[in-house]
Structure formats: structure tokens, C-alpha cells
């Protein structure tokens, strides 16, 4: 759900491009060819379903793709479609896959991103590092305002820069059906002030003087250090926490919490800020060894109501969280935007907050931030109490596990002119079926922002050729010749899938199927067969969910949830020479552990690594 797979170039002389909220010329999303999809489809289903399954299914596709039958209205409705917005396809992924989605975002749909520890010891030390980065996200914003952000290029092709323009003074608002979102960004409602969250009490802060310029970090820093000095109580309810809520008790509690007038300020005060910086409170410490884990998860889920948890407004796009033993990274609601647009921010971030600071301007007096207030009611109190529960129990549920493949990076697969993205692809491949002796359906998210207003499809990592080279890597009487073939033909089949999505086409599977379907609800004919059928399911159901995060200049680890209750999630960041991986699982699915597929799959990267220099001397 979150990155586009191949690497992205910024070339110098296309860079003198400059992007507008929406880059120009770029070529609508198509819809695919029909015959094309159906045939995908079923190839697609070979290395996941039985023979049985298969031949049922291709049954009921020969139905649908008749001519004259109901693919074939679907498709002139999809088509349509097409000719009359401006993607066919942008604002049903938004309900489908975000705003109509009602698990809880934590865990459920916003990814974490783990930044490097950064060296201050201090309450001294972390509002400086906090006053510094908020200079250095409105340093990144003043290209967005002004519209002088390069244009990303990927494989040549300009990508659409919208996502850019989607990312500050948003939010999302919980509905009882759907949610919607908010965006403040441009027009009169816009305002100059950030959240600042400490000890679960939220601040307006004011980021711009009076003549429009933004604050700089010595301003910034006395007024973190106002509201850290008037906000040190910790007996406070964690009204936060409520964000944290399944969306339809959420949208229930939401509407009873904004009926009080002071309420209803200090919520749209939070909706309208340009973002949050959530000052956290330590965490437990822990051994060098899940350090990194115990960060990914209180950037994913705050820790649980007891630590960070209600140190959040989790509904808003971007949070940056700050603790004060230096852990430090953001959590990001993710409906307006994929990671790379994220990931570019952070970059941007990170190195700011590197450069020393010179400019120290006269001292004028600043106003005390605001506090937001809230009125807590019984009904609010308990809404409050529910909120902690359930959130307790999906933070007792979360199993995650970050760990650094040190062997090697990207460096190895790009020596051997291989894509870095499908050798590790393959990789996963061979560690999921080495754990449970057949592959899965499996998610990798591709960009399709060579489209004007695209977002994703998905790559169907798991394909006949990844399992005949899972298959033959364990069998003894395969010789290395042999395994080395079969990998570079399961690397070459992904590779194919990748430039069917984003390179060339915009034409995979995933998304034009999504369309269909929703296409018969929309013309309410009964749902096709098709997608009522035990091998959709199947196809649906990815176990393995996975994304890269495109190339980062900071050795960062983003991370997710699964997106099934019996599956992984699986976000890697291949780096120069190593590999960061955030492996996500629930504890309550027995068959599932985070630290067993680390293992698996740090075990298959090694042994796929001599397969391709062709060493003697591996094996089983
Ligand atoms: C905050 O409190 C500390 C310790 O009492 C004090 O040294 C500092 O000047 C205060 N800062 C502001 C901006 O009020
Ligand atoms: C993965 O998916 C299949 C099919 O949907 C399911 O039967 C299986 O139990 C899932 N989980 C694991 C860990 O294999």
C-alpha cells in the first residue's frame, strides 16, 4: 500500500521542471484491455489455488468474457468511466481501500517510520532537536507553497506530484458510514499553526509571524519549551486515544465530543494545524536488540494507553514523534498520500536538522501557545475507557520485528544487474514457502503516478515462476546451474509484472478487477459470479502484503500491519550495503511470528546470494 518499486530518478535537466499541484501532460489512466486481465488472472491463481479450483474458475471467466455477457458491460461502463473524470479509478481507491475501511487506522492502514536515534540525552536536547525539525518541515513546505518542488521522474516518465500538494493541514474525520478528509491547505480557512501534543495535552502553535515568514528554531524552541513548562502534569485524560477506536464507534464518539462548544474548537484547531509533533514521553528501555522493534511500534501505535498512545491525534496526515531518549520518527495517516512523497519529506528533514544553525535573530517576545481544552463528560470519559481497552488489546496483538540484514545491500543484486526490488521479492518467496511448504498471494505496491492523479496497483509477487525456483531451491538433486536459471526467470517474470503496472501500461490486474466489481454495484446488476468465487477469495487474501521503500537517502525502516488476521506485513528498505526490514504479524494467530520469517528470510538472501555468483559450497 505504500511505495512504488522501482528506483527514482531525478535528472538534473528534467528537474528544471517544475511541478504544479498537478504535473501537466501526463496521460490519463487507461483502462485494460479485458481479455487480457481475465487471462492474467487466471495465471495469476496457477501457483496459489488447486487444479480443481483453477478449472472452476476458468469456467466462470469464460462466462464473464463472453461476448455480449456482463464483462463486457462492465468494461464499456469502466470505459465510460474514464472518458468522464479525471482518473476512473482515484476516488474509488480512496473510499474502498481508506475512507469506507473501518478497522482502526492504527496498526490497520497508517504505516510508522522509524528515523535514526538521534544523540540528545535531554529535555534540553529533544526540544531543540524538535524546534529544528519543525524549521525544517517548513523549510520543505515553502517548495510545496511556492510550487518549486522538482518534478519526480521514474524511468524517464514524469510522475504526478498531487500527493505533494494532499500531506499538510489535512486530516482525516470519522463518519458513521464512510470518513471523509479534510484540507486546509489553501483558501481562507487556512491557518499558521501547528499541534504540538505533550503529556496527552494538545497546543496551537503558532509557526508564522505576523509578515508571513516562518519561525526559526531558536523562536521554536522557546515556545516548546512554554508548553513543556505548563504541561508537565500526567494525570490527564488521553482524549487522543479516541482516534485510536474502531471508525464507527469513533465517528459516534467524535460527534458526542464536538457537541461541547470547547470541544469543538480545540478538535478544529487539531484538524486545521499543518501537522502534529507529539512530544513522547520514555518508553520502557530495552536491550539493543529490540530497540528498534519496541521504536517501530511506538511509532505505530504509541506503546498502549499506559506510554504514548493518547500522545496522538492519530486522523491527522502527519505526525512527527519525538521522544526523549531520542527515538524519534512519524506516524502518517494514510489516505492522502503513498510513502514516497513521505519518505522525500523525511529526507528533506533529516538532513535540515544536520546543519547547524546560524541565523539568530532579535528575540521579539512570542505569545503563549494555546492550549486546546477539553471538557471531559461522563459519556466522553467512557468513550475514553473503551478506546483504551481496545487499543491495549491490538497493541497486545501487534507482533513486530525490525532487523538489519548486514550481508549485504542493494550493491550485491545491482553487481549482478539484477533489481535489488525482485531479488528480494524472491527472497520472501522462498521464506514463506520454506515456513509453510506453499506460496501465497502476495501484495507489493507499484506506483501509478505516471497517471495523472494516480496512486497504486499491485504486484503479484508470487508467480508460476517464483514457485518452480522455491520448489527446485531445496531439492537435492537440482543442481546450482539449474536453481540459478530458475531465480532469474522468477526475477525476469517480476520484473515484467513491475513495467506492466508503472513503466509501460498501467495495465495489472489488480485495480481493473477492483473496478469491475465496483462497476456492477454501481449499475446494480447481481455480482458476477466471478467475484463470489473461493479462488478470488484466495487471491484476495495476502497473506504476504508487502512494499519497498524507494530509494531514501535516510537509513530510515517504515513499517505496517498485515492486512489479514492470518498474514504478514513486510516493508524493506534495500540501503547501499544493507537491507532494513519491518516484519509485522498478530500474536493471535498461531501460525504467524515476526521473528520466524526474519529468520527465514535473512537464511534465504544468503542462500540465494551464492546461487547467483554461482559458489560452490551451499545448500542443505
Ligand atoms: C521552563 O522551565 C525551566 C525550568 O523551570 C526554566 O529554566 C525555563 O526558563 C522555562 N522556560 C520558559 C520558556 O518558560
Ligand atoms: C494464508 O492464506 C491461506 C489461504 O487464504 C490460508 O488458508 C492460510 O492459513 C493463510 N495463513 C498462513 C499463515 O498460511
Redesign the pocket.
Known amino acids: 500500500t505504500l511505495c512504488c518499486s522501482a528506483l527514482l530518478h531525478l535528472g538534473s535537466d528534467q528537474a528544471m521542471q517544475r511541478a504544479a499541484s498537478s504535473t501537466p501532460g501526463l496521460p490519463r489512466l487507461p483502462v485494460p484491455a479485458l481479455q487480457q486481465t481475465l487471462d492474467r488472472y487466471l495465471l495469476a491463481l496457477q501457483p496459489i489455488v488447486s487444479e480443481e479450483e483453477l478449472n472452476h474458475t476458468k469456467g466462470l471467466v469464460d462466462e464473464f468474457r463472453k461476448s455480449g455477457g456482463i464483462g463486457e458491460r462492465l468494461q464499456q461502463g469502466l470505459q465510460r468511466r474514464a472518458r468522464k473524470t479525471e482518473n476512473w479509478l482515484s476516488e474509488w481507491w480512496l473510499k474502498n481501500a481508506y475512507l469506507e475501511y473501518r478497522l482502526p487506522v492504527v496498526v490497520h492502514s497508517s504505516p510508522g517510520v522509524v528515523l535514526p536515534k538521534q544523540e540528545f540525552l535531554d529535555r534540553q536536547g529533544q526540544l531543540r532537536f524538535a524546534a529544528k525539525l519543525i524549521e525544517g518541515v517548513l523549510d520543505f513546505k515553502t517548495m510545496i507553497d511556492k510550487e518549486t518542488l522538482p518534478v519526480e521522474y521514474l524511468g524517464g516518465k514524469p510522475l504526478c506530484m498531487n500527493q505533494y500538494y494532499q500531506i499538510f493541514s489535512s486530516c482525516r474525520i470519522p463518519g458513521p458510514k464512510h470518513d471523509s478528509i479534510v484540507n486546509y491547505a489553501k483558501g481562507k480557512k487556512w491557518s499558521p499553526h501547528i499541534t504540538v501534543v505533550h503529556n496527552f495535552q494538545f497546543f496551537e502553535l503558532a509557526v508564522y509571524s505576523s509578515d508571513g515568514s516562518p519561525l526559526i528554531a531558536d523562536q521554536i524552541f522557546?515556545?516548546l519549551?512554554?508548553i513543556?513548562?505548563?504541561s508537565l502534569q500526567t494525570n490527564k485524560e488521553p482524549i487522543g486515544i479516541l482516534t485510536t477506536n474502531h471508525r464507527n464507534s469513533w465517528a459516534k464518539a467524535y460527534n458526542n465530543l464536538i457537541k461541547d462548544k470547547t470541544n469543538k474548537e480545540s478538535v478544529r484547531s487539531i484538524e486545521k494545524s499543518i501537522f502534529i509533533v507529539c512530544l513522547d514521553a520514555p518508553m520502557p528501555r530495552a536491550s539493543e536488540d529490540i530497540y528498534k522493534s519496541r521504536v517501530a511500534a511506538q511509532m505505530l501505535h504509541g506503546g498502549g494507553s499506559r506510554w504514548n498512545s493518547g500522545n496522538r491525534w492519530f486522523d491527522k496526515t502527519l505526525q512527527f514523534i519525538i521522544a526523549e531518549d531520542g527515538s524519534c520518527g512519524l506516524a502518517y495517516e494514510h489516505a492522502p498520500s503513498e510513502g514516497p512523497p513521505i519518505v522525500t519529506l523525511l529526507d528533506h528533514v533529516v538532513e535540515y536538522t544536520k546543519k547547524p544553525q546560524h541565523v539568530r535573530s532579535p528575540m521579539i517576545p512570542l505569545q503563549m501557545p494555546k492550549k486546546l481544552r477539553f471538557n471531559i463528560t461522563p459519556e466522553i470519559k467512557n468513550d475514553i475507557e473503551k478506546a483504551k481497552q481496545n487499543l491495549n488489546i491490538m497493541v497486545q496483538d501487534l507482533d513486530i520485528k525490525v532487523t538489519v540484514f548486514h550481508y549485504f545491500g542493494k550493491n550485491f543484486p545491482k553487481s549482478e544487474k539484477l533489481s535489488p526490488d525482485a531479488f528480494i521479492q524472491m527472497a520472501l518467496q522462498l521464506a514463506y514457502y520454506r515456513m509453510y511448504g506453499q506460496p501465497c498471494a502476495t501484495y507489493e505496491s507499484a506506483s501509478l503516478r505516471m497517471f495523472h492523479l494516480g496512486r497504486t496497483d499491485t504486484i503479484r509477487s508470487a508467480s508460476v515462476s517464483s514457485l518452480k525456483f522455491v520448489e527446485a531451491m531445496d531439492k537435492p538433486n537440482k543442481q546450482n546451474q539449474e536453481k540459478v536459471d530458475l531465480l532469474r526467470r522468477a526475477m525476469q517474470a517480476h520484473r515484467q509484472y513491475t513495467d506492466m503496472v508503472s513503466a509501460l501500461t498501467g495495465n495489472a490486474i489488480d485495480r481493473h478487477l477492483l473496478g469491475l466489481k465496483l462497476q456492477a454495484i454501481e449499475d446494480l446488476v447481481s455480482m458476477p459470479e466471478l467475484f463470489m468465487d473461493t479462488a478470488y477469495a484466495v487471491a484476495m487474501h495476502f497473506n504476504l502484503s508487502t512494499s519497498q521503500v524507494r530509494r531514501s537517502q535516510t537509513d530510515c525502516v517504515m513499517c505496517f500491519g498485515p492486512v489479514v488476521p492470518d498474514g504478514y506485513g513486510v516493508c524493506y528498505n534495500p540501503m547501499e550495503e544493507h537491507i532494513n526490514f519491518a516484519i509485522s504479524a498478530f500474536n493471535s494467530c498461531a501460525e504467524t511470528n515476526a521473528a520466524h520469517l526474519a529468520h527465514y528470510l535473512e537464511t534465504a538472501l544468503l542462500d540465494m546470494s551464492p546461487t547467483i555468483l554461482c559458489l560452490p559450497g551451499w545448500g542443505h
Open positions: 522557546i515556545q519549551e512554554k513543556w513548562n505548563t
